[in-house]
């Protein structure tokens, strides 16, 4: 499947998880107390270390696209033998857990269910992407409309307590798995399994490496209201809600990495066609935030507004960490150390492990630059920018090494197209600026009016964007025609 479809499918896919996210939390908040909603948060946490072994399926995507498919049966193996190890231990720690973070006794069976559906649908996905992109991002839209047609059924049946929330999420995994299984059944007469769960484990020690550098970068929160306030908190984490649509566009470059460890050449084409796809909407979305950021802030709350230079600190590393991904998809795809029945050890020198080892040095700094900005800002706006900016120059630093690590195999930096981009937001935002929009279907209307005019612009100058719009309407017209009835 091409790029282009792929990239597509999976941003539509993260915009609809969004919508649905939201549908689904005004549902629950409306309707479960605070507590029953804290639990629900609790378990949510609890499950993502419950599974945090689902790790070991890096390597089922990369042997099954290298042809190697007893790597699906190989992680559903793993899977087995993972969910139940970590089933066990919940079990064993259920009394403790109920009672030190107030879940009711009566779920923790729900919790438990919990755990094989999402190894096993972890170990079917990791696999189903390395062959088939198109159908894993689909597998996703079934799992979040299973979710809204669950949260549909709750509230027509006024069964909306925190069993119906659990059990409405997990029927929505299981939707998602009976997807994934109809789509790898081919894979489960493939045979031996054994040699290649033991392949899968012993390269596992570079992701649970890995695994370590999200705990340091996480920890910055937990800084922040401990020697600021929590009211630097609020300014710091507040402006996600739209930074992260900035970082968003990283998935139009989704369908990379799999492309790069199928193909045999042109590398260096797919790499460049996948940050015209990320900068093809990443640009934009920063330009608008940087454009609009005190007004998005007022509709969140007029109490946030003084942070909108925060939002655009944040905007703009959202930007360039959606530009980071697709360069550390391009570092590891194009490594073929693993194809060879490589020794766990000689990872250590393979440019996966180049990228692990830049994740560490990412976060240890962008820590540093918190600590930074907690002991020279006088007050908690400051802390915010301050921490703010310290990642922005991090994901920059990071930028610079990945840009030379992919420059080494031939890839070509987009800048004709890159300048463009830039040329047709500024336009945009000049369009927007005056508008001043201050409530949601003002800003809307805006985010229309500024999609018109950069397209619109970005039709007239840029030739590749030019074929890109002809073969989306290509491709439209197509489907319509072959769903209409015959005259």
């Given amino acids: 499947m091409g790029l282009r479809l792929v990239g597509a499918l999976y ?23 605070p507590s029953d909603f804290g639990a629900w948060s609790v378990i949510s946490s609890l499950l993502s270390y419950a599974t945090i072994a689902t790790l070991v399926n ?3 995507t990369r042997l099954r696209a290298y042809g190697d498919a007893s ?8 899977a087995a033998v993972f969910s139940a190890a970590s089933s066990a231990a919940l079990l064993l720690l259920a009394p403790g857990i109920a009672s030190a973070f107030s879940i009711p006794p009566s779920v923790i069976p729900l919790v438990l269910a919990y755990i094989p559906v999402l190894y096993a649908n972890s170990a079917l996905y990791s696999s189903l992407y390395a062959t088939n ?7 996703e839209f079934a799992f979040e409309t299973a979710k809204l047609a669950a949260a549909a ?11 119906g929330v659990l059990l409405a999420v997990l029927a ?31 390269y596992s020690w570079v992701n649970a490496v890995a695994s370590l550098s999200a705990l340091i970068a996480s920890a910055d929160v937990l800084l922040i ?32 990495y799999q492309r790069l460890l199928t193909v045999q050449a042109g590398s260096a084409a797919y790499v460049e066609e996948a940050l015209r796809l990320v900068l093809l909407i990443g640009v934009p979305t920063a330009l608008g935030a940087l454009t609009l950021a005190p007004n998005l802030l007022y509709i969140l709350n007029p109490v946030y507004t003084p942070a909108a230079n925060v939002l655009r600190a944040a905007a703009l590393a959202a930007l360039v960490a959606a530009v980071n991904g697709t360069l550390s998809d391009a570092v590891q ?13 000689e990872l250590a020198r393979s440019k996966i492990f180049r990228v692990v080892l830049l994740g560490y040095l990412r976060s240890l700094l962008g820590i540093l630059g918190v600590v930074l900005a907690l002991c020279a800002a006088r007050d908690p706006l400051g802390v915010a920018l301050g921490a703010r900016l310290s990642w922005l120059v991090v994901e920059v630093l990071a930028l610079i090494v990945l840009a030379r690590w992919v420059g080494t195999t031939g890839v070509r930096a987009p800048y004709a197209s890159i300048t463009r981009f830039v040329v047709a937001g500024l336009l945009m935002s000049a369009v927007v600026a005056p508008l001043n929009p201050l409530r949601i279907r003002e800003v809307l209307l805006t985010a229309l009016l500024g999609s018109a005019a950069y397209f619109s612009t970005l039709y007239l100058l840029d030739a590749w964007f030019r074929s890109l719009a002809r073969q989306a309407v290509s491709r439209v017209f197509i489907t319509l025609s072959r769903r209409s009835p015959m005259l």
């Fill in 225 to 256: 209201s401990h020697y600021a306030s929590n009211d630097a908190v609020a300014y710091y984490t507040v402006v996600l809600a739209f930074a992260n649509v900035v970082g968003y566009s990283y998935f139009l470059g989704r369908g990379l």
């Fill in 133 to 139: 992109p198109v159908r894993a991002a689909l597998s």
């Fill in 71 to 78: 790597a699906t049966l190989a992680g559903l193996a793993l």
């Fill in 58 to 60: 890096y390597w089922v």
């Fill in 153 to 163: 059924l709750l509230v027509l049946l006024g069964a909306i307590s925190l069993q």
């Fill in 11 to 33: 941003y539509a896919q993260r915009l609809y998880n969004v919508l649905v996210g939201v549908v689904f939390i005004l549902v629950v908040t409306r309707n479960l107390p």
């Fill in 172 to 202: 929505s995994h299981l939707a998602q798995a009976l997807v994934l299984l109809m789509c790898t059944r081919g894979d489960f007469a493939r045979a031996p399994v054994l040699p290649t769960a033991r392949k899968i484990i012993s």
């Fill in 333 to 345: 795809g194009l490594e073929r150390i693993d194809r060879n029945d490589a020794k766990p050890g």
